[in-house]
């Protein structure tokens, strides 16, 4: 069994979920796959609005479920980071790099702990020193994954994992995909361990 994650570094939603979708997949026997895509592309062809772009109230509505899953989980979460957003591109493009050339597993624990220094370590990972420490963290060379995601050829390839994304129908991160099946949003992991369950 195989889970898609969709997943944009900069999302509480991703971060929320993190610990958890890899709980289910572990308990399943299933692997999971990160694809750090563009959602600023996959927004403007899926009818999508930017957090900035959307209205008063639900930026306030957005700030009251981020605290009542906060407190739900019981996990660390700033509900205001410092570094949010911070520069996604080229740190995609290292997490897609480390993804195609050692693995799954070690793009996803990278992944994750991106995520975590934002929302629950206040940090900025497009800090080059920040970055080199938190790959170092999963066992990386932060500064030479830096480099080898400066290639042309991993912008493009995120493009295109994008433009994957748009055509299987993901609109919104994170996007859990099994199959056909798109379970939208980290509220959505019970129905995902439910579908795992089913083998």
Request: charged share 20%.
């Amino acid at each position: 069994m195989h889970v898609d994650c969709y997943l944009t570094l900069n999302s509480p939603w991703t971060y929320l979920g993190s610990a958890r979708i890899e709980a289910i997949c572990a308990a399943h026997g299933a692997t999971i796959r990160p694809w750090p895509v563009d959602f600023g592309l996959i927004f403007a062809e899926s009818g999508g609005v930017p957090l900035p772009r959307r209205s008063a109230q639900r930026r306030a509505y957005r700030m009251q479920e981020l605290a009542r899953w906060r407190d739900q989980l019981g996990v660390p979460l700033i509900l205001e980071p410092p570094h949010f957003p911070f520069a996604e591109p080229a740190i995609a493009q290292a997490v897609i790099a480390l993804r195609e050339t050692q693995g799954d597993a070690p793009a996803l624990a990278l992944a994750h702990r991106i995520l975590r220094a934002v929302w629950a370590e206040g940090e900025n990972p497009a800090d080059p020193a920040t970055f080199a420490r938190l790959a170092a963290d999963t066992g990386q060379d932060g500064p030479a994954l830096l480099a080898l995601g400066a290639e042309p050829r991993w912008a493009a390839m995120r493009e295109a994992d994008s433009r994957a994304a748009l055509a299987r129908g993901v609109f919104g991160a994170p996007s859990y995909v099994i199959g056909e099946e798109i379970f939208w949003g980290q509220d959505r992991l019970d129905f995902v361990q439910r579908r795992l369950a089913q083998g």
